[in-house]
């Protein structure tokens, strides 16, 4: 589930969303899942994360859209490295990125939401129930906040890299966008590193600040990223598609993975084609980086 549904579904009216285990064996033996961090102890690639038993196959199937080696890999991801993932989700990328540096000396730090009603804690909860459930995959993982009213998502100057993976719609929804990236900004050390996965509206358009379609201006997330003082580094191309026409009937939701049929909040449609949309896959998305200077 993303947050655009939590908006819908979440009191936040026009501020407009859990892998299971292997079983044991009879000979007692721990799963390959729970095997797999102990033997990579020493260290992991990106890879091996990636390529990880404890991930579940609906995450493994994205991978073809999302491609989180190559995304990470560009934003410059490395072991020891302190990250801080805002808003994780159920988890889709910290599948990956949490065994990586548990394995390889880092530090992952979930700034998750600012539990405010019943829908934000039930997801605050799952997500911390899942790490709690395998401890020796996803390491010490510290889970903070960030929300309307937050603090500090980390200590100041103490991050290598924080990632904004396909939240800005959410953000600039909500009315707290520009503190996201203020938030970000301050946790980073001088010389870290912002990435940004966000679906992409076309250009030339007037930006509507409250991106009720799910989709951004490329040029609209650098405008927001620099006025908090970051500089862009480099853009990449790796999870674009061509195919998007991004004039969907329930916007980015009525692609791949939500595949809506109805408006957001509305049951579903079962006479709703979605052929169309099922052959387009998932969104085009930007993939950006940028730099907080180092003076």
Known sequence: ?????????????RRGCIAGGLALAACGRKPAAEQAPAKAARNMTLAEAAAGAWRAPSD????????????????????????????PGAGWYTDIIAPYLAANKGKLIAA?????DPAS???????????????????????????????????AGSADLVLFLRNLHNWMAAGIVEKAFRDAYAALKPGGV??????????????????????????????????????????????????DTKDHPFGVWTLPPVGLTAPR???????FDRSKYDAIGESDRMTLRLVKPRA
């Open 1 to 13: 589930m993303r947050y655009g549904f939590l908006f819908s579904t979440v009191s936040l009216s």
């Open 60 to 87: 493994r199937v994205r991978d073809a859209w999302r491609h989180p080696v190559e995304t990470l890999e560009f934003w410059g991801l490395k072991p020891g490295q302190t990250v801080v993932e805002f808003w």
């Open 194 to 243: 912002l990435g940004i996965e966000e679906h992409r509206a076309d250009a030339g358009a007037v930006q509507d600040v409250l991106a009720p379609d799910g989709y951004v201006q490329e040029a609209y997330a650098i405008r927001l990223a620099q006025e908090a003082g970051f500089i862009l580094d480099k853009t990449s191309e790796i999870n674009a598609n061509p195919k």
């Open 265 to 271: 909040g509305e049951p579903a449609n079962p006479a």
């Open 112 to 116: 998750d939401l600012e539990p405010s």
């Open 121 to 155: 804690k039930e997801i605050v909860e799952a997500y911390r129930a899942k790490l709690k459930a395998k401890p020796k995959i996803y390491g010490e993982v510290e889970i903070t906040a960030f929300g309307p009213t937050s603090g500090p998502v980390a200590p």
